[in-house]
């Protein structure tokens, strides 16, 4: 299994709604990220977590919480969103750890903040 | 902080050509990488060069690592339809705090 597996594909919600992305990988790899990607502009790191414990926060704004319940899973929890964090949100794991650069990407949460 | 340049931003060829494109940084990065993006996909990492002057070939595309440690190229050859999407590339700079910088992407259109 080499896939990094995203739900929702799409997530419309509006600024009051509290709701979850959800990534999964069963490559048994260390380290887990989340990436908000704007169109036509690369991704944006927001979190990594390896091991389990949070690594690096790139000063990413309260309203979105991450959660890595295990080795194999990672949340992207959402609460009082702006129609400016309308993006796709891309998760990715790696084998080598938090700062390696060969990443495995999953398809992308498309979100719209309405 | 540390920026890559990429170029061309765009490109528009016939099927059957070959394609160049090129990162350029002002700083040394110890890791390049190549990455496409298909529209309503995540990125995939294409080729990953460690070395300075390596030069690494996957299929029909090939990169390199180039020896000042400042920049890295990719060519794929005799285009195809599927070659169709966004390239980033991307450096891993040096340190503890090491961190993937990305170029802003070089959009391929191919023309059968």
């Known amino acids: 299994d080499t896939e990094v597996t995203q739900t929702p594909k799409h997530l419309v919600m509006g600024m009051t709604n509290k709701k979850s992305l959800k990534c999964e990988q069963h490559?048994?790899?260390?380290?887990m990220y989340w990436y908000k990607q704007k169109a036509k502009k690369p991704p944006e790191l927001m979190f990594v977590?390896?091991?389990?414990?949070?690594?690096i926060n790139e000063s990413v704004p309260s309203r979105f919480s991450p959660e890595c319940p295990n080795s194999s899973l990672l949340n992207l929890h959402l609460h009082a969103l702006q129609p400016e964090d309308s993006a796709l949100y891309l998760c990715a794991s790696s084998q080598q750890g938090p700062h390696s650069g060969e990443l495995f990407f999953g398809e992308g949460s498309r979100l719209t903040v309405l | 902080g540390q920026q890559l340049n990429q170029s061309p931003q765009s490109m528009f060829i016939q099927e059957g050509e070959d394609v160049s494109m090129n990162c350029t940084s002002s700083?040394?990065?110890?890791?390049w990488l190549w990455y496409k993006q298909d529209p309503g996909e995540g990125p995939v990492l294409l080729i990953a060069l460690y070395k300075a002057g390596e030069l690494t070939s996957n299929g029909r595309l090939t990169a390199q690592f180039g020896i000042t440690r400042k920049d890295s190229f990719l060519n794929i050859s005799a285009s195809i339809p599927s070659d169709v999407g966004i390239y980033f590339c991307a450096g891993l700079n040096a340190g503890n705090n090491r961190k993937l910088i990305w170029g802003l992407g070089t959009s391929l259109a191919v023309n059968p």
């Open positions: 490559m048994g790899h260390r380290a």
């Open positions: 977590y390896s091991y389990e414990k949070l690594s």
């Open positions: 700083s040394i990065f110890n890791t």
